[in-house]
């Protein structure tokens, strides 16, 4: 167990969803599916314009190297494959389909045949299940680590971010999915215990967990601080095994394989029906959304489908997030689709989405006592401005996570975990220009 609790910041909660059982979205009339909707390279279409499709059908195989398959979550008939801006900026392939309302299930739907860990990994390989919890991280890939290396599972359900209660609602909802997911999971991996990490303000949460693993051995609900950022991959391993993973290694270096409790259940629900992901549980809210709900909708489907499932905007919408508001990424338009990884759409209006205005450093170090690695981006934010790549590298400015604890510490309203961002760019020239000079 942690001998002591990483810092953070305590953020205003506003799970307004949390009680809200999943609405599911009437079938839009079109989606738009991304072939890059994981980290690695995009999927390869298999489709092509004026092809039939059906629920669970294929219609992207993986890329070479570290990849996912993309199965289509609705039937229709694909209008056209085009290229599409992504939210950070880059360009992608997208398959787009005009459905047909009948949401006809391809018969290649059927139960994989899992007997032991070569078959597991296999099936979930064909599930097209990524890292569910906002990574995107190919899980085959994850849970394909040499087992005499796995010593604990630990199972996401922190959810710290605000707004977002889609994995709150998997936890009440799915509990027994996410039991008989963990249960596989124990098995296939050989790991000796699995461990649900949840905040402490969500107490039905645990209750549920608690009774859904009671049959489990050797897994266990860990109730944690509700501190932000608590579901942050470090900071949730020590705070549920005490173990550190250490500066620029994974959790599997410390025995510890890390799982989002969405995907947990994403993988049962595979397993047992041999639907692959075609769907997700997306919270809907924010000052700009007239009725905030959880909604469910197929990969694919427009943000703008889902705002208007929730009652339109209740005001001019300034911006619109992929995610919570410490780490989500800004949509460049409102046609802009649900992604694998999406579980929250957030709308924000004028007032929560004007930046404060910034002033000058007064040197009070809330940025430094708020940061869970103990870094000083106050220092980092110099040797930035001085482009000194020698500096940043020994204020360890690459292990920053990005979670923005200093930026919303800070009383001057700096523009901090954006900086810190900027300076690992610094960083990652001057560590090539040093590379270059020692061949």
């Known amino acids: 167990m942690?001998?002591?609790?990483?810092?953070?910041?305590?953020?205003?909660?506003?799970?307004?969803?949390?009680?809200?059982?999943p609405e599911r979205i009437t079938t839009p009339k079109t989606i738009i599916i991304p072939m890059s909707m994981h980290i690695g390279a995009p999927a390869t279409p298999v489709v092509k314009a004026g092809d039939e499709v059906k629920v669970g059908q294929l219609i992207a195989e993986a890329g070479n190297?570290?990849?996912?398959?993309?199965y289509s979550g609705v039937s229709g008939t694909v209008k056209k494959?085009?290229?599409?801006?992504?939210?950070?900026?880059?360009?992608?392939?997208?398959?787009?389909i005009e459905t047909d309302g009948e949401q006809t299930v391809h018969e290649s739907v059927t139960p994989p045949s899992v007997t032991n860990r070569e078959e597991f990994l296999a099936a979930i390989g064909r599930s097209g299940i990524v890292g569910l919890g906002g990574a995107g991280f190919p899980t085959p890939v994850k849970l394909g680590a040499d087992v005499s290396q796995i010593e604990t599972i630990v199972v996401n359900g922190a959810e710290c971010e605000p707004y977002i209660t889609s994995d709150t609602r998997t936890m009440i909802d799915d509990a027994s999915l996410v039991a008989d997911g963990i249960s596989m999971l124990m098995k296939y991996l050989e790991a000796k215990e699995c461990v649900v990490g949840i905040e402490k303000n969500k107490p039905e949460c645990i209750v549920s967990m608690r009774r859904a693993l009671e049959k489990v051995?050797?897994?266990?609900v860990r109730p944690l601080p509700s501190i932000y950022p608590q579901g942050g991959e470090k900071v949730l391993v020590y705070h549920t095994t005490g173990k550190v993973i250490k500066e620029g290694a994974l959790p599997i270096s410390c025995g510890v394989i890390v799982i989002n409790c969405t995907t947990v259940a994403a993988i049962a629900k595979f397993v047992r029906t041999g639907m692959p992901l075609v769907e997700k549980c997306v919270t809907v809210d924010g000052s700009a959304v007239t009725t905030p709900k959880n909604v469910i909708a197929p990969i694919g489907t427009p943000v703008m489908d889902l705002v208007e499932f929730c009652g339109g905007f209740s005001e001019p919408p300034r911006k619109v997030i992929y995610g919570g508001p410490m780490m989500g990424i800004a949509l460049p338009d409102m046609s802009s689709p649900v992604l694998k990884q999406t579980n929250a759409i957030l709308v924000f209006g004028r007032r929560d989405a004007t930046p404060p205005e910034a002033h000058a450093c007064i040197r009070c170090g809330k940025c430094v006592s708020s940061c869970p690695f103990g870094l000083s981006p106050c220092d980092i934010s110099r040797a930035y401005a001085k482009q000194d790549g020698e500096a940043l590298e020994k204020l360890r400015v690459n292990i920053c996570m990005e979670c923005g604890c200093c930026s919303y510490a800070c009383p001057a309203k700096r523009n901090i975990v954006q900086t810190n961002k900027?300076?690992?760019?610094?960083?990652?020239?001057?560590?090539?220009?040093k590379k270059e000079a020692g061949k």
Do not use: W
């Open 2 to 21: 942690a001998l002591f609790r990483l810092n953070g910041v305590h953020l205003k909660h506003h799970k307004n969803t949390a009680k809200m059982s």
């Open 422 to 433: 900027l300076a690992k760019g610094v960083l990652r020239k001057y560590q090539m220009s």
């Open 217 to 220: 051995e050797g897994a266990e």
């Open 81 to 96: 494959i085009d290229e599409m801006v992504t939210s950070v900026g880059g360009m992608t392939t997208t398959v787009i």
């Open 65 to 70: 190297g570290l990849s996912s398959p993309i």
